[in-house]
C-alpha cells in the first residue's frame, strides 16, 4: 500500500480544454517552486502494458503517479498476440479509446514470427489507423550509468508507417519470396518537415538524412531527393546525409557529430536500438510516436524482456521518462519535471544494484514522500 506515501500539496497542474492540448513536443520548463493548485478534473489516457516486461512498468507508473498525486486516469486495455489477448473486438476497444483520449501510453505489442494469415502486426495496424507516422527517440546520456561515451545528446525521428514494413509480401513462385518496401514522396516530406519543425522548436542546429540510395537508387533515393527539398524551407538548420552503414559505425565511433537524424522505417528502427545501447540499454531510452491528432509514448528501443518476468530486474527508467514526456505533453508541465527529476537523482546516486524495479520505484516514492515534508 503506498496511499499514505501521497505527498500533500503535489496536486494537479491547472488543466486546458482537450483541444488547446498542443500536440507537438513541447519545451522543458523548471519546476515551480510551489506544486500548482489542484485540478478540478483529470486527464484520462490510454494504457497497453503490451507484453513480457511491459504490465511491470507500467504498475510502476501507475505507483509513481499515485504517490505524486498526478491528476491522470489511465484507461487500461491488454492487447496481446501471444497471450490470446487480441481479436479485431479487442483492437476496436483500444482504438476507440485513444481516439478518444488522443494520448494513450504503451508497452511493447510482442509480434509473433509465426505467419497466422496475416502479416500486418497489431503493433502495426495500431499505428497505421492512428496515422502514428513520427517516431521520436531522444537519447540522453544520465548521470550514473557507466558507458564509454558521455554527454550524449541526439534525436532520432523515425517515419513509421510504410517503407519495409509496409507488410507487403508475397511467394512470386516456390521458394521465391517478394517483400516490397514502399517510399512515397508525400510520406518522406511528411517525415521530413517533421524533423525540421522539431529541431527548429528545440534549437537544434542540424538535420542529418540517413539512407541506402546508392543501392536502392529509387526508393531510398525518393527519401533523399524529399528530404532536400524540405532542407531548402529552413536555411538555418545545416543539413547532411550519411548511408545508413556508415552512419551505424559513425555513432559507435564518434556519436557527438549528430544532432538530429531522420530515416525511413527499417534504418530508424535498428538506429533506435543501436543507439540505446550507446546510454545504458533498452531501459533507460524514452520514446514517443506522434500523428496530426494522437500522441502515443513508450519505450525508445522496443523490446518486452519477457525473461525478466517477475524477477524485479527490469528498469523501468525508460518508461517513467515516457511517462514524464506525456505529461509535458499534456501541459503539466510541474508533475513532469518531479518525476523526471526523481528518476534522475535516484539514478545519479547509484544506490539501486539489484531488484532494480521494485528499488527504483520503492526509492522514488519514498523520495516524494521527503520532498512533500512529510518525511
Request: hydrophobic share 40%.
Amino acid at each position: 500500500m503506498i496511499s499514505f506515501l501521497t505527498p500533500q500539496g503535489l496536486s494537479g497542474a491547472r488543466l486546458q480544454p482537450l483541444c488547446a492540448r498542443s500536440l507537438s513536443v513541447t519545451s522543458s520548463q523548471n519546476v515551480s517552486e510551489s506544486p500548482p493548485a489542484r485540478a478540478d478534473s483529470t486527464f484520462k489516457v490510454t494504457m497497453v502494458p503490451g507484453d513480457g516486461v511491459g504490465p511491470e512498468l507500467m504498475t510502476a507508473v501507475k505507483e509513481v503517479f499515485k504517490a505524486a498525486d498526478v491528476p491522470v486516469e489511465f484507461e487500461e486495455f491488454h492487447l496481446s498476440e501471444v497471450q490470446n489477448m487480441a481479436s479485431e473486438e479487442k483492437l476496436e476497444e483500444v482504438l476507440s479509446s485513444m481516439k478518444n483520449n488522443r494520448v494513450a501510453i504503451k508497452g511493447k505489442i510482442h509480434t509473433p514470427m509465426e505467419y497466422k494469415g496475416e502479416l500486418a502486426s497489431y503493433e502495426m495496424r495500431l499505428r497505421r489507423k492512428l496515422d502514428l507516422f513520427a517516431n521520436v527517440v531522444h537519447v540522453n546520456s544520465l548521470p550514473g550509468y557507466s558507458t564509454r561515451h558521455n554527454n550524449l545528446d541526439l534525436v532520432i525521428i523515425r517515419e513509421q508507417t510504410e517503407g519495409e514494413y509496409s507488410s507487403l509480401e508475397h511467394e512470386s513462385v516456390s521458394g521465391v519470396v517478394e517483400c516490397l518496401k514502399i517510399i512515397t514522396r508525400d510520406k518522406s516530406r511528411r517525415i521530413a518537415k517533421f524533423a525540421f519543425d522539431y529541431a527548429t522548436k528545440k534549437g537544434r542546429s542540424k538535420v542529418t538524412a540517413v539512407h541506402k540510395a546508392n543501392i536502392m537508387k529509387l526508393g531510398d533515393g525518393l527519401f533523399l531527393q524529399s528530404c532536400a527539398e524540405v532542407a531548402e524551407l529552413y536555411p538555418r538548420i545545416k543539413y547532411e546525409t550519411i548511408i545508413i552503414d556508415n552512419c551505424c559505425m559513425q555513432l559507435v565511433q564518434n556519436p557527438y557529430q549528430f544532432d538530429v537524424l531522420v530515416m525511413p522505417n527499417l534504418y530508424g528502427n535498428i538506429i533506435d536500438n543501436l543507439a540505446a545501447g550507446l546510454v545504458g540499454g533498452a531501459g533507460v531510452v524514452p520514446g514517443e510516436s506522434f500523428s496530426a491528432e494522437y500522441a502515443v509514448f513508450e519505450t525508445g528501443a522496443r523490446h518486452p524482456f519477457a525473461q525478466a518476468v517477475g524477477r524485479n530486474i527490469a528498469n523501468p527508467t525508460a518508461m517513467l521518462l515516457s511517462a514524464s514526456n506525456m505529461l509535458r505533453h499534456l501541459n503539466l508541465e510541474y508533475h513532469s519535471n518531479m518525476v523526471s527529476e526523481a528518476v534522475k537523482k535516484v539514478i545519479k546516486q547509484g544506490k539501486v544494484r539489484d531488484d532494480f524495479l521494485v528499488g527504483l520505484v520503492f526509492i522514488l516514492i519514498g523520495w516524494f514522500f521527503f520532498a512533500s515534508g512529510l518525511g
